[in-house]
């Protein structure tokens, strides 16, 4: 196949994807705060403060922000941060005086090596191609930089992986795979288990250096 016509076809194939994943955009729904939500965010946040991982004048990238549960309390702590996230969030969090863009995370506009810090709670499952949605954390996130990243344990009473937009909610080891084949070290990794009206729940976290 001469140049020319390999470029047709790559762009064919790009425009279907892109296709495809606009249409996914009508699953994006509204994430108000909760309890449990509220719980983790400041405790984690906290965790990481006062280990000094996460520090004042740091820059920050809050993925998949939600109503700007995090975003705040990054503020509080006197971090630089700014938030991305689809749909009716976007307005909530303006109308906070919130800094947020409405982007996708994997098509996500920032400079390369932008920030010193991702939080990506509960939106990695999101995604259709994980891997390559970490590759665009990777590229946004400076060299020895730290990501955040919480995701839904499969096959709880909560049942995560029938939600209508959790694309990917995968065993913890296959996480562990994509994280080292995307050219993250896991420093870290915990479950963080609770009962709900439905039963038992977990939510896998991990700690991710650029290496």
Known sequence: ??????????????????????????????????????????NTLQALHSEGLLRPGMRALDIGCGQGLALEKFRALGVDVVGITLGPDVATCRAKGLAVLEMD????????????????RHVLEHSVAPLFTLSEYKRVLKPGGLAYVEVPAPDTSAKHQENSNHYSVLPASAWLHLFAQAGFTVERKYATEFTLTCGKDTYWSFYLRNR
């Open 1 to 42: 196949m001469d140049q020319v016509n390999e470029n047709i076809v790559l762009e064919r194939d790009y425009r279907r994807f892109d296709q495809f994943i606009s249409r996914l955009v009508h699953d994006v729904y509204a994430e108000p705060p909760s309890d449990i939500h509220n719980l983790i965010t400041q």
């Open 105 to 120: 995370q994997n098509f996500m506009t920032f400079s390369a090596q932008e920030f010193d810090f991702l939080w990506c």
